[in-house]
């Protein structure tokens, strides 16, 4: 009796032995002594000592789990991560993993240097049914070509002074654009606007071309067509320009606004509506003196000139950022194993707390459904688009920006030059033509 | 009196060119000392006085980036250029401006030609050569600071060249022939004659090569990692925007932005009174 | 004794010049980036492309016109302040040192710095008591012009500097001794002396201005606007955010072509290469 006893002892403790690289919750089973993965993340000038202690909370995690090391690195700005990849693209040497806005991620695909996930590698990730489905908008030009995982979901949202509407007996901000227009004329008095727009921004102008464009059915970009001549989003222009040209319902020194004077302006309660920020700018605004004052709601969907949505009705367009995997890595497993933990459900939980970047895990985010506070921002997650996929965007981009930049000159005077907003649309649509044809 | 002798400019004129030039350099300099103790919602929205003052600002530089990391990588990198550079640049003066051969010129020449590439066009190549070598050496070039020590003096060799051949041409060849006569070499000649004679120049070249190292952003950003971060790169940081949030740390950006400066400053203050005048009669015999 | 300094500018400088020289002819853009070597082939398209289809003329005309302005301008007041400081006097130290505060500043702080100074709602205007445009439009080209007068003057006054330390003393003396006035001695004895430093000094400037790339960028952002579209932006758009490497390096050896021609002109005129006696 003892001895069979003995015998099956030991067998059990050999069973157990050979599986006890899996049964840990979250391991994977990788031997990554001695490995290190290098990340190529955003500093957060916001919480820099909180993304410290991330940093190494994550380097432990994954130490724990894979025996493997991770490195951060930090960039500044967006521009100075793309000249990173160039680098690196062109030297085969960088980065295993990046973290990448999603307006960026076509150029990056364009490269062919990271890693297309293949239906093994999404099992790998767990699945991507784990991800909140509108997130995966802008992984690849379509679902069989996806560079991007989706990491943290960043909406943009129009933000409003409480204050200010109740006390023109406005009680909700409105839906559509000229509905926007004619509250923003009723909260105008004074040295107080009803709208504070960044017009000299890099960004913010073609966001709002874009959005009522799409609303209104031309999705900018189409089989590598560029439709910036059609006359919905000439309305476009016209409406946006015209807000401080025409209708005066933007402060004049707008012109010269980047986003943080807008979002300095309605901070300091001199405008009721901000549109174009993201939940980012709560931490500015919590702040400032309308702290406790103000709250966040999608912005209109209804194009200008129109009383319904032909078109998409998008909120916002789908922004946030996205961990692609370069090519050249020698780490493969390993990385995509760390992409599994960051975007895990407790991750992503901890993640938003902490820094305060939506979730892109479908559980996490069901979790924050119940907020109240969150409800507009999730809502317009939900609702938001993907800009065209296709490695030309950033020039479509530019060229959608350089139309405002060369307008402002006549927009200070006052004046809506038709003809010569014509001319520099009529410009734009050349530019952007010429870069998709080169496309690939 | 010696100091009326050399006097250049009358007292009246002195007085308001200096005056004038100091208000004219150190107005914006002020609005950054008074922008690092203000409010960043408040300078973002134009504000010159501080309303409030933000003092805490001078001690989170230190923590949201790695200031002190990368204020001490650049003093080394940019002072070992600094002191390179101008030894290899007087050396190299020498040689062409005592010394007839062929090429003279050309060199010359291409010296200041060299100047007018610009840094864009250089970027990917200079990185795709580092790569490469790492490849052939079998070692980590790029992140390291050897490589941005070896560009960074590179770059500056030409104008810091050119600076030490004009400031030898106004030097009297007397001096060296003499002391060729006297049976001292090139390297004799160069170290106890020229150079402590050239203390101007030098100074000019070390400064603008310092510089070079010190405030160059494109290079620095992709040619390091963390540990070799430059401050350059680092100030980077702070004039980053979140896109549709948060607004640029301003106060950060404005007090780290004078301690970077004050290195530089203080070194040239210490420097500047090498800045001699003339040379003694005496040394010609 | 020139072989240390000639291996690295080789090294450093000309090789990867060579390097870029190919790119230029070069279809290299972000789909082909990867396999660089493997770029196709295209000869001079991007050149021709670089001078028909791109604002390039433009820009050109803009660069090397404010960079004259600003390096004929930053003459005076960098001789000047030499001058001013040549003398002792209490504080000079300090004074002198203070003169360098803004060729020390990052190009970037000093863009930052002066567009929120000159933004509509800034305290320039504040002080103007008007609205004034200043980084768009027609007034942009002047603003340029006064930023970059104001970081690089600094350069000239160091080298001005260093010129007059190297007046002997006996000229001095012989200027005091003919009873020349202020004026005419610097007329006649201290400007032709540091013709030499001053030569350099200009040229040196007017490419540093040429090529400047982030106080534009910075103080008017990208695009740019019309007026101040200038070259080294355009080019670094052009490879840095649109991927079009191989445009841009055409761009690039355009431009370096175009300056070449009067840099060796002028070199000619104030024989710089040439041994003075």
């Known amino acids: 009796m003892k001895r069979v006893s003995i015998i099956a002892a030991s067998l059990l403790f050999l069973a157990a032995c050979g599986s006890g690289g899996d049964d840990k919750p979250g391991d994977t089973g990788l031997n990554g002594a001695g490995k290190t993965l290098n990340v190529l993340v955003q500093a957060n000038t916001i919480y820099p000592d909180q993304q410290r202690a991330w940093f190494t909370e994550i380097n432990d995690k994954f130490k724990a789990q894979t025996g493997a090391e991770v490195k951060f690195e930090t960039f500044a700005s967006p521009n100075d991560e793309l000249t990173k990849i160039q680098t690196s693209v062109l030297s085969g040497q960088g980065p295993d993993i990046y973290s990448l806005g999603t307006t960026f991620t076509p150029t990056a695909y364009a490269t062919g240097a990271f890693l297309e996930l293949k239906d093994d590698d999404w099992k790998k990730l767990g699945g991507k049914d784990a991800f909140l489905p509108s997130t995966l908008g802008i992984s690849g030009p379509d679902a069989e070509h996806q560079v991007g995982i989706p990491f943290t979901s960043r909406p943009f949202v129009m933000a409003y002074n409480t204050e200010l509407l109740k006390a023109a007996g406005i009680d909700k901000p409105a839906t559509s654009w000229d509905e926007l227009l004619v509250q923003a004329k009723q909260l105008t008095k004074g040295d107080t606007y009803g709208l504070a727009v960044a017009y000299a921004d890099g960004f913010d102008p073609w966001k709002f071309i874009w959005a009522m464009s799409v609303q209104a059915g031309n999705p900018l970009v189409k089989d590598k067509k560029a439709s910036l001549n059609d006359p919905v989003t000439l309305k476009a222009y016209q409406t946006y320009l015209g807000w401080l040209a025409t209708d005066k319902v933007v402060n004049p020194a707008a012109v010269g606004w980047k986003n943080a004077q807008a979002i300095a302006d309605f901070g300091a309660g001199k405008a009721a509506f901000l549109p174009m920020v993201s939940a980012t700018s709560k931490v500015t605004l919590d702040k400032s003196s309308v702290a406790g004052k103000y709250a966040y709601a999608i912005m209109p969907t209804v194009p200008p000139g129109q009383t319904s949505t032909p078109g998409v009705g998008a909120t916002s367009i789908l922004s946030g950022d996205n961990l692609v995997v370069a090519k050249y890595t020698k780490n493969k497993d390993l990385a995509l194993a760390l992409v599994k933990l960051l975007t895990s459900p407790e991750q992503q939980e901890s993640y938003y707390k902490t820094f305060g970047e939506l979730p892109t895990n479908a559980t996490a985010a069901k979790k924050l459904q119940s907020d109240p506070a969150l409800a507009p921002i999730i809502d317009s997650a939900s609702k938001a688009s993907g800009t065209p996929f296709n490695g030309a965007w950033s020039q479509v981009q530019l060229a959608l920006v350089n139309v405002v930049v060369q307008s402002i000159p006549a927009l200070k005077d006052g004046k809506l030059d038709e003809a010569k907003l014509k001319q520099l649309i009529a410009d734009g649509q050349k530019a952007a033509q010429d870069a998709l044809d080169k496309s690939k | 009196m010696r100091t009326d002798v050399q006097r250049l400019l009358p007292r009246s004129v002195q007085a308001v060119v200096i005056a004038v030039l100091l208000v004219f350099v150190l107005t914006p300099v002020l609005y950054m000392l008074f922008a690092s103790v203000n409010d960043d919602l408040a300078v973002a929205r134009g504000a010159f006085w501080p ?167 494109l290079f620095a950003s992709v040619m390091t990692n963390p540990d070799s971060r430059t401050v350059a790169v680092a100030l980077q940081v702070f004039g980053a925007t979140q896109e549709g949030g ?19 400053v203080v070194l040239y203050l210490v420097f500047q009174r090498f800045l001699v005048g003339g040379l003694t009669a005496g040394g010609v015999k | 004794m020139l072989t240390p300094g000639g291996v690295l500018l080789v090294l450093v400088i000309l090789v990867p010049l060579g390097v870029a020289l190919t790119v230029s002819l070069l279809d290299l853009d972000q789909y082909t980036l990867r396999e660089w070597t493997g770029a196709p082939f295209i000869a001079l398209d991007n050149y021709v492309e670089a001078v028909t289809d791109t604002p390039l003329p433009h820009a050109i005309w803009v660069s090397v016109g404010y960079s004259a302005l600003v390096t004929v301008a930053t003459l005076p007041i960098g001789l000047a302040a030499a001058l001013a400081t040549q003398q002792r006097f209490k504080g000079r130290a300090l004074v002198r040192s203070a003169f360098l505060i803004p060729y020390v500043l990052p190009a970037f702080v000093v863009g930052t710095v002066w567009r929120t100074i000159l933004m509509p709602s800034g305290p320039a205007n504040s002080l103007l008591g008007d609205g004034r445009l200043w980084l768009n439009g027609p007034d942009s080209y002047w603003t340029l012009v006064v930023v970059q007068l104001w970081t690089s003057w600094p350069l000239l006054y160091l080298l001005a500097a260093s010129g007059l330390q190297s007046i002997a003393e006996e000229v001095h003396e012989a200027a005091a001794l003919d009873g020349a006035g202020w004026w005419a001695k610097l007329r006649h004895v201290v400007f032709p002396h540091l013709r030499g430093v001053l030569a350099l000094a200009l040229i040196i400037a007017f490419l540093h201005n040429l090529n400047s790339f982030t106080l534009p960028y910075v103080l008017f952002g990208v695009p740019a606007p019309h007026d101040v579209e200038v070259l080294p932006v355009l080019t670094y758009v052009e490879s840095f955010q649109n991927f079009r490497f191989g445009l841009s390096a055409a761009m690039a050896v355009l431009s370096l072509v175009l300056v070449a021609i009067p840099l060796s002109v002028y070199l000619r005129a104030v024989r710089l290469n040439q041994h003075e006696d």
């Open chain 2, 51 to 217: 309303k409030s003052l933000h003092l805490d600002n001078y001690s989170k530089i230190w923590s949201t980036v790695d200031l002190g990391a990368g204020l001490g990588n650049s003093v080394v990198v940019a002072g070992s250029v600094a002191v390179v550079s101008a030894l290899v640049a007087v050396a190299t003066a020498y040689v062409l401006v005592r010394f007839q051969f062929l090429g003279r010129g050309l060199i010359l020449r291409g010296l200041l030609a060299l100047q007018s590439i610009p840094g864009t066009l250089m970027l990917l190549p200079v990185f795709v050569l580092f790569a490469n070598l790492s490849a052939v050496l079998g070692v980590q070039v790029i992140g390291t600071r050897w490589a941005l020590f070896v560009t960074y003096l590179t770059f500056a060799l030409p104008f810091s060249t050119w600076v030490m051949v004009t400031y030898l041409r106004g030097l009297p060849a007397e001096l060296d022939e003499a002391a060729r006569l006297d049976g001292a070499s090139s390297w004799r000649i160069l170290r106890s004659i020229i150079i402590p004679l050239s203390w101007p120049g030098l100074v000019v070249a070390s400064i603008f090569a310092f510089l070079l190292g010190w405030n160059d952003v």
């Open chain 2, 246 to 264: 948060a607004i640029p740390v301003y106060g950060q950006l404005m007090a780290s932005a004078l301690i970077c400066a004050l290195p530089v």
